[in-house]
């Protein structure tokens, strides 16, 4: 099939690529020429395992190929997929603009039947406002369809889970447009949910709220842990083995980040309030989320008090999980901006978002470096806030010996409490109890 995908973000480049790669004659369109001649370059503008390999194999046999001319993507298409950014405006909502500006642009240039497909994260009605759209400015005659089709990629493995998702969802009142939209995904073998536009549009948003929401209860729970001396990594195991409940997205931390659920899980709040309806868990999933966070700043400031001041603290990660170069509203630079707020100086490593790290906190009382072990030289804490696997396995032996003071904040229970413990670490991990015989050297 002739497919054009309109925004080479994550969802539209790794869904370009994915479509090729099933033999589809992909074209790839963005307003941004740099990103684009970058994509071209074979230089991908995102940390995300396969990618570029995948990339390189479909321009190279062409499948593959990308523009800024979204009248060449448009007129060689039979699908026309919307994926531009729905960022979150100042009271919560999503911001529209894009996705409307793209849909008024697809219209000026069709030429024949096309199915329009919004991928990009929107609330309830917005597929239709794009139909709106689309029909008052096509050439009178032309006939079109649009299809809601959100995408459930997790950033760190999109093209994993593109390749392999639980389910399709696809929303529309046309059954021309659904066949073609099911022809295009026939060789998954997972389940296709048709429905109409509006559910769809609101199956994306109770899909990340509700996940969300379980990371919110965990965390909630590690609170009620730290009270009572259980462990929740623990509770969760037990809890997880129910089929009902299930063990994913079980792990308790410091609250979740990214450019989806705090985005999404506000967007809904905001939907619900808009139909008049209070959607009172997501208000306490808000707040949790944040205090999440807060708790374990607190944790800091209760050892060292709240001026840091001639403190050095190693943080070891910066992105918003692991896998990724991403940054975006990542507890992680959070907590960062928090301790330098207080006088901090901070030592910062992450495998792979030392880049966009950087460029989101600058350079003031903040030195990278490229290994956790350089990092630590010195310091008087170490503070892991991503939850790369590789900060599990670090040489604590060797780590005792290079820093000031041998304390661990962990925020991703990453490290085992024992081994720190013996190696002479005061532990404080999430919802587990701390191990701290060894007295820190604090005033
Ligand atoms: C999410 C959804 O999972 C995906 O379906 C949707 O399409 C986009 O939003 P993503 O934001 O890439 O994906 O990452 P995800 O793996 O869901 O993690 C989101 C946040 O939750 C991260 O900050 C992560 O650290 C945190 N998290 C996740 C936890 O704290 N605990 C968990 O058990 C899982």
């Not at 919004?118 to 008052?136: A, L």
């Not at 808000?286 to 001026?307: D, F, L, P, R, T």
């Amino acid at each position: 099939m002739k497919l054009c995908i309109i925004g080479t973000g994550y969802i539209g480049l790794v869904g370009a690529t994915v479509f090729s790669d099933w033999g589809n004659e992909v074209i790839g369109v963005d307003v941004d020429k740099k990103k684009i001649e970058r994509i071209q370059a074979g230089d991908m503008p995102i940390y995300e395992p396969g990618l570029s390999e995948l990339v390189l194999k479909n321009v190279e046999n062409k499948h593959l190929r990308f523009t800024t001319d979204l009248e060449d993507g448009v007129r060689n298409s039979e699908i026309i997929f919307i994926c531009v950014g729905t960022p979150q405006d100042h009271d919560g909502s999503a911001n529209l603009s894009y996705v409307y500006a793209a849909a008024k642009e697809i219209a000026t240039h069709i030429n024949d039947y096309k199915v329009i497909v919004v991928k990009s994260t929107v609330p309830v009605g917005t597929n239709e406002q794009v139909k709106r759209i689309i029909s008052e400015n096509i050439k009178k005659g032309i006939e079109f369809d649009v299809v809601s089709n959100p995408e459930f990629l997790r950033e760190g493995s999109s093209v994993e889970d593109m390749m392999n998702t639980d389910r399709t969802v696809l929303g529309s009142d046309s059954k021309r447009a659904l066949e073609k939209m099911k022809a295009l995904y026939q060789h998954l073998n997972s389940p296709i949910v048709e429905c109409d536009l509006r559910s769809a549009e609101l199956i994306k948003y109770a899909s990340n709220s509700f996940l969300a929401t379980k990371i919110t209860f965990i965390n909630e729970i590690s609170q009620l842990c730290e009270k009572t001396g259980a462990d929740v990594s623990m509770v969760a195991k037990g809890m997880g083995l129910d089929k009902r409940i299930g063990p994913r997205f079980l792990n308790a931390g410091l609250g979740y980040g990214g450019s989806c659920f705090p985005k999404d899980v506000s967007a809904l709040y905001k939907t619900s309030m808009d139909y008049g309806y209070h959607f009172k868990i997501l208000d306490s999933v808000i707040s949790a989320n944040e205090a999440q966070k807060n708790a374990y700043i607190y944790k800091i400031v209760h050892m060292y008090g709240e001026n840091l001041t001639g403190k050095t603290f190693a943080c070891l990660g910066l992105s918003f999980k692991d896998n990724t170069d991403d940054v975006r509203e990542s507890v992680a630079i959070k907590v960062i901006r928090a301790l330098r707020g207080m006088g901090a100086k901070i030592n910062a490593y992450d495998p792979k978002a030392l880049e966009t790290g950087k460029k989101e906190l600058g350079d003031s009382s903040i030195e990278y470096f490229t290994s956790p072990y350089k990092a630590v030289m010195g310091v008087d804490a170490i503070c892991i806030l991503t939850e790369w696997q590789e900060f599990g396995s670090l040489d604590l032996d060797m780590v005792r010996k290079s820093v000031r003071w041998p304390v661990i904040f962990d925020g991703r229970n990453k490290v085992d409490s024992f081994e720190a413990l013996k190696n002479g670490f005061a532990y404080y991990g999430i919802g587990r109890k701390s191990t701290s015989d060894t007295t820190p050297g604090v005033q």
